[in-house]
């Protein structure tokens, strides 16, 4: 039988346990700060208390947790039991509890049994990731493309590893986790289907050239001819072997048949597989590209494809996002920020699904390539790039990376985080209030750099999804926007611009953060929050001259709007396929612990 050996070496039940536990803990926190579960508190002592939650007439659910700023609780996996007619049992199943809850977060059949398949997927790779091993002081010196391979996922999505459409040898081949170095294959697309773009200054026959060896190149073009056909008509690209063999022979047979793509070979390169699954980065040549491919798999809230108005667009919003720092003294020569560029994109449209009237989104992102520069070409000697989902980590022992990197950096833990805020923040609020432009922040676009351990300087990817730009008339993003990027990129109110921060960062990985500081003794959470409050106003204090855009980007106000991740597939959206990628649900206000450190601002006209 397939995997015979493999599948019964993993799936062991005592590991199936822990990881049904550890998940189970994971979805009562969750849905409680989404408001989807409202348990009875049976008592409490301090930050502690005890909660039942009833399911049905007969059952329950019994837990303890710890109380967390921003509405938020820290369950301890351990302690969840049922409680059915009136007997008591160690609650062992992730999915029993997802049965348990279908009434009362009243999600439909159809939601909760695609919700049995992605988490069941997940507790999978969940327990394949409790067999890694290391530890964190062996990872503290891991490079950035295998650290990337130890990550648990997304923090708060609780089917964060559904990845819908593999297979479990596909799982076992392209999961980043398995850390298995890939080639890519490449084929050629006729000039009439693709469109190439660029920055400034790079043509494709440059970019190919950095690409792919003499050898390579001769022997692709060769192959075209042996088609019959004319190789200079043609763009070559790589494509995943999954989405080769699963999406594209399906969706373009016509243009295979008539040649307008030819299959070619695998590249010479190797390849890691990064948390997003799509993203590649080159083990042959580490100053090549990282290449983002399309791979239509539905994994957390989205399928992951390249749409198609944001890949055409790319390369300029690179320009943007550069052109901002190239003149601004602040983020190029104090903060030095590095923006690796997406400096590439070659897209293709299909010329049926693109002529359908509100066609499901994933039908439009299926073909195409981004090539963003390579991290390592911008690191300085005694320099080493993690990304921020790293410090978030914790090994089979339970000890986290983060404290490993404090122990080894010479600083203590106030210190430490001081310097983490500062490098981390100024340059994300200077683009936020000079520019009124906003990254998506979350653990896998952010990347901290360390030196000897300690916070050094920020980079930040991932332009093509995740640029976002203000829709106040602010003179300094103004002069900078074309039309096209006007239709294209999404523009937000106030608040809404605040949210990619203050969700995207504060909840989504600082939340977390705080939890693993006071459960690990570090540092209590209010002065965790405190902190960050403060490199807040060091930053305010340093340009005064923007006071107002510090109001209009407030972090500070009491409540904001609270956004859902798990409601959002669990209860608006479902599993249906619309024209548009499902956004974050919005669901009441969340009380925001920064409040209590608010200064006033004397208000500077900014001119």
Known sequence: ???????????????????????????????????????????????????????????????????????????????????????????????????????????????????????????????????????????????????????????????????????????????????????????????????????????????????????EYDRFTKEIKEQGQDAGAYYLFPVHEWQWKNILVQNFPGEIANRDIIALREGEDTYLPQQSIRTFVNQSDRKKHHVKLPMSILNTLVYRGLPSERTLITPKVTELILGMYEQDDFLKNECRVILPGENASINVDHKQYSRLEKAPYQYLEMLGAVWRESIYTYLDDGEQAITLAALLHEDHEGKPLIETYIESSGMDTEAWMKQFYQVVMDPLLHYLYKYGTVFSPHGQNTILVLKDHQPHRLAIKDFVDDVNVTDQPLPELKERLSEEMKTVLRSEPPEGLTQFIFTGLFICHLRYLSHIMERQELMNEERFWELLAESIHHYQNRFPELTERFELFDFFKPELTKLCLNRNRMVDYGYSEGDDRPHASEFGKVTNALAAYRKDLKTTPHL
């Open 1 to 215: 039988m397939l995997f015979q050996q493999d599948i019964h070496d993993r799936l062991n039940q005592e590991d199936w346990k822990t990881a049904n536990k550890r998940l189970m803990a994971k979805m009562l926190a969750e849905y409680m700060y989404e408001d989807m579960l409202h348990p009875e508190t049976l008592r409490s002592e301090g930050k502690w208390r005890w909660f039942e939650l009833p399911v049905s007439s007969g059952k329950s659910y019994r837990f303890e947790a710890e109380e967390r700023l921003f509405e938020s609780y820290d369950v301890t996996a351990t302690s969840v039991i049922s409680v059915e007619n009136g007997v008591y049992k160690e609650a062992g199943s992730a999915i029993d509890l997802l049965l348990d809850l279908k009434g009362t977060i009243g999600m439909t059949s159809e939601t909760t049994a695609h919700l049995i398949k992605e988490l069941n997927a997940t507790l999978i790779a969940d327990v394949h990731l409790m067999q890694q091993g290391r530890t964190s002081k062996e990872l503290a010196s891991a490079d950035y493309a295998e650290l990337e391979g130890y990550m648990k996922g997304h923090p708060w999505i609780t089917y964060n590893k559904g990845r819908i459409g593999f297979g479990y040898d596909d799982y076992l081949a392209f999961a980043p986790e398995q850390q298995q170095e890939v080639t890519l294959s490449w084929i050629a697309v006729h000039e009439t289907l693709a469109s190439f773009q660029s920055v400034e200054g790079m043509s494709y026959k440059e970019l190919i050239g950095q690409e792919l060896s003499e050898e």
